[in-house]
Structures are given as structure tokens and as C-alpha cells.
């Protein structure tokens, strides 16, 4: 199967197009294309909340879905358009496509705190089913997401790592996995190769940054 409707760009920056055009944590966005439907942000940390990559892509009538944490940072930005502030378990339909926000924390380490109630988000669209996780460990509340498309974060330091990605993806068994979060910030770009060969056979493993 044809995964070319999505685009991963730097970090965790990522596009899904069907039957409407859906970002998740814009970054470093070059061209203004205007063309989001519906924006969402995991959290507050500068590779993915970027105002100026937000304004690029959105147009009048783009809807932003972002963690409820960040109604002050969300203030700053001013928007005017359709804005959802969700928790972690909240379920949202905007025009036929539906997200569910997924807890994404840090078991241990200190960059993503329970407490602040980040996310992740679980898309269905199109009859499929997309879960972009976010910053995120392994955490145990990951182990019931059911999606035919996984992006999980590999590069380890902030997120769990390559051995540890592949470990959720094993449990959790989409039809395929994109890994994301690597190669730039944090990562390297040898980690897409480990995680390959931890995966296992049957989850197809699409490369793309």
C-alpha cells in the first residue's frame, strides 16, 4: 500500500491529505500553502508549536485542536478560527473527521510531566485510522490504541527510544509504522535502521525522513 498522502518534514511535522488536508505540529514550514483543514499541536515546545508555520498553512475557516495546558500560549496566538482545547480521552468530529486525544508523557524524565496533560491524537479519516503519538515514553495507555497507521518518535532523550518505539508498535500492531522524531533535533538517522529490524515482520515500516 501507498503511503504518499502522508509527509513527515522536520521532527515530528507531519501532513496527512484525504479527503480533508490535516497537520500535525507544523514546523519550519517554507511556503505558505494555505490549505489545513485542521491543525493539531501535541505541545508547547518550540519544534512543535510554531506560530509561524501555523499561519502559513492555515486559511479562514482551519480548525486548531491543542492541549487544554495551553489556553495561554494558544492566547498569544490570537486565533480566530475554530479552536478546541482537549484532554487526554476527548473525542472530536470536525466535518466528518474525527480525533481522539491520547495521553503523551514521560515515565521518568522530566521534558514531557504527566501533569501537563499533553497529547497525542488518534485521526479517522477516510475509513482509516492514524495515530501520531506525540513526545511520548511506552507508557502502559499506549498499549490499547488501535490504528492502521502508527507515527511514533525514535530518537530517544526526550522520547522513547528506537528498541523502545518498536516494542509499542509490536503490542499495538498497526498495518503500518512511520518513525518520526529523529535525524535533526535529537536522533540519528541510523535509528530509522534499528527500528526496522526490531519491528516485527508483519508491520510494514515506511521511511521518511
Known amino acids: 500500500m501507498s503511503y504518499d498522502h502522508i509527509q513527515v518534514n522536520t521532527q515530528s511535522s507531519i501532513r496527512i491529505e484525504g ?26 515546545h518550540y519544534d512543535h508549536f510554531d506560530p509561524e508555520s501555523i499561519f502559513r498553512i492555515c486559511k479562514q475557516d482551519t480548525a486548531l485542536a491543542a492541549p487544554a495546558s495551553m489556553a495561554k500560549e494558544l492566547e498569544k496566538l490570537a486565533w ?40 497525542g491524537y488518534l485521526l479517522d479519516m477516510d475509513g482509516r485510522v492514524y495515530y501520531v503519538a506525540g513526545d511520548t515514553d511506552a507508557v502502559k495507555e499506549l498499549q490499547e490504541v488501535r490504528c492502521d497507521v502508527a507515527l ?39 535509528d530509522a535502521e534499528t527500528f526496522r529490524k526490531t519491528v516485527d515482520r508483519e508491520v510494514q515500516v515506511v521511511v521518511k525522513l
Not at 183 to 190: C, D, E, F, N, W
Open 80 to 119: 480566530k478560527g475554530q479552536l478546541h482545547l482537549l484532554l487526554p480521552g476527548d473525542r472530536l468530529e470536525i466535518r466528518g473527521t474525527v480525533i481522539t486525544a491520547k495521553p503523551a508523557y514521560n515515565k521518568l524524565k522530566p521534558f514531557h510531566p504527566k501533569r501537563n496533560g499533553w497529547l
Open 152 to 190: 511514533v518518535p525514535i530518537g530517544g532523550k526526550f522520547t522513547m527510544n528506537a528498541k523502545e518505539a518498536a516494542g509499542l508498535v509490536n503490542k499495538i500492531k498497526p498495518k503500518a509504522v512511520i518513525p518520526i522524531h529523529y535525524g535533526s533535533i535529537v536522533g540519528k538517522a541510523q
Open 19 to 44: 479527503s480533508k488536508v490535516v497537520y500535525f505540529d507544523p514546523f519550519q514550514i517554507g511556503s505558505e500553502t494555505h490549505d489545513a483543514d485542521l491543525i493539531c499541536i501535541t505541545h508547547a
